[in-house]
């Protein structure tokens, strides 16, 4: 496997977004080592409203290149999940960036959730950047890494040693279900923090302090619960290709922690 890079992204914009919410995004992105974005808008309708987007789309790409980044700005008609990830595959960028903005639970029902579609069916890293908790002056202090102790620490732990990331500590966080019997349950913990700690090992040069965390429950819940109480500026979870109940996180997982968790989130997919 190549090294990972976070070099060129591919940024969803629907120009719904406040301005100041993209330039913060951006900046979060250039604390990964990120210069070059392709700013991306999928629209409807006649001509004149497509060429009024791309006036808007390359107003916000100039500001952007004031910001030190190499940019350029394209809008295109059609599905906006399929669009937007055929775009990012003709550019050949490093993953996908988006502005996360909750939806109403009835909108949501009847229209469903184009941002839930591109991180389900995205084979490109997705940052999903909530802008309640960070701000444009701010970098990423804190990390947390919600571990499966399965196939996805094969393709995440590149990015969390690669120095993309540059944070100052990291939470290695294991959400696990409780064994039947005493003596079982033991074992099971004994097994979990033997894999944690291998995984702080390896990590150690890395990061000035690393944690290790294991808890037992739901997987969303307790992800978002160790994310608060640890007040961690980044969440950083695998997407594994085979789904296995609780164990991986794929579409419904990733959009409700994106949803809920105030902080933004890496989804990294699994090896094809």
């Given at each position: 496997?190549?090294?990972?890079?976070?070099?060129?992204?591919?940024?969803?914009?629907?120009?719904?977004?406040?301005?100041?919410?993209?330039?913060?995004?951006?900046a979060?992105?250039?604390?990964?080592?990120?210069?070059a974005?392709h700013?991306?808008?999928?629209?409807?309708?006649?001509?004149?409203?497509?060429?009024?987007?791309q006036?808007?789309?390359?107003?916000?790409?100039?500001?952007?290149?004031?910001?030190?980044f190499?940019?350029?700005?394209?809008?295109?008609r059609?599905p906006?999940?399929?669009?937007?990830l055929?775009?990012?595959?003709e550019?050949?960028v490093?993953?996908?960036?988006?502005?996360?903005?909750?939806?109403?639970?009835?909108?949501?029902?009847?229209?469903?959730?184009?941002?839930?579609?591109?991180?389900?069916?995205?084979?490109?890293?997705?940052l999903?950047?909530n802008?309640?908790?960070?701000?444009?002056?701010?970098?990423v202090?804190?990390?947390?890494?919600?571990?499966?102790?399965?196939?996805t620490?094969?393709?995440?732990?590149?990015?969390?040693?690669?120095?993309?990331?540059?944070?100052?500590?990291?939470?290695?966080?294991?959400?696990?279900?409780?064994?039947?019997?005493?003596?079982?349950?033991h074992?099971?913990?004994?097994?979990?923090?033997?894999?944690?700690?291998?995984?702080?090992?390896?990590?150690?040069?890395?990061?000035?302090?690393?944690?290790?965390?294991?808890?037992?429950g739901n997987?969303?819940?307790?992800?978002?619960?160790?994310?608060?109480?640890?007040?961690?500026?980044?969440?950083?979870v695998?997407?594994?290709?085979s789904?296995?109940?609780?164990?991986?996180?794929?579409g419904?997982t990733?959009e409700?922690i994106?949803?809920?968790?105030?902080?933004?989130?890496?989804?990294?997919?699994?090896?094809?």
């Amino acid at each position: 496997m190549r090294t990972p890079m976070l070099r060129s992204a591919a940024v969803k914009v629907s120009l719904a977004e406040p301005e100041s919410a993209v330039q913060e995004m951006v900046a979060l992105m250039k604390s990964f080592g990120t210069t070059a974005l392709h700013l991306f808008h999928v629209a409807s309708g006649s001509d004149r409203k497509l060429k009024r987007r791309q006036g808007r789309l390359e107003e916000l790409a100039e500001k952007t290149r004031e910001a030190g980044f190499e940019v350029d700005a394209a809008v295109s008609r059609g599905p906006v999940p399929s669009r937007i990830l055929a775009m990012a595959r003709e550019r050949g960028v490093d993953y996908l960036a988006l502005h996360w903005m909750r939806k109403p639970v009835l909108m949501q029902a009847i229209l469903g959730s184009i941002d839930a579609d591109i991180l389900r069916l995205s084979d490109l890293p997705v940052l999903v950047y909530n802008r309640s908790l960070m701000s444009a002056s701010t970098r990423v202090k804190r990390v947390l890494y919600a571990t499966d102790l399965q196939a996805t620490d094969r393709c995440v732990l590149p990015y969390l040693t690669s120095h993309e990331i540059k944070a100052e500590e990291l939470f290695l966080l294991n959400v696990g279900q409780r064994a039947p019997d005493p003596s079982t349950e033991h074992a099971r913990r004994d097994r979990v923090q033997r894999h944690l700690d291998r995984l702080a090992e390896e990590l150690a040069d890395s990061y000035n302090v690393i944690q290790t965390l294991q808890v037992v429950g739901n997987y969303r819940s307790q992800i978002l619960r160790q994310a608060q109480m640890n007040k961690v500026d980044l969440i950083v979870v695998g997407k594994a290709d085979s789904p296995k109940p609780i164990k991986n996180l794929l579409g419904s997982t990733a959009e409700a922690i994106s949803d809920k968790s105030n902080r933004s989130v890496l989804i990294v997919p699994g090896v094809h």
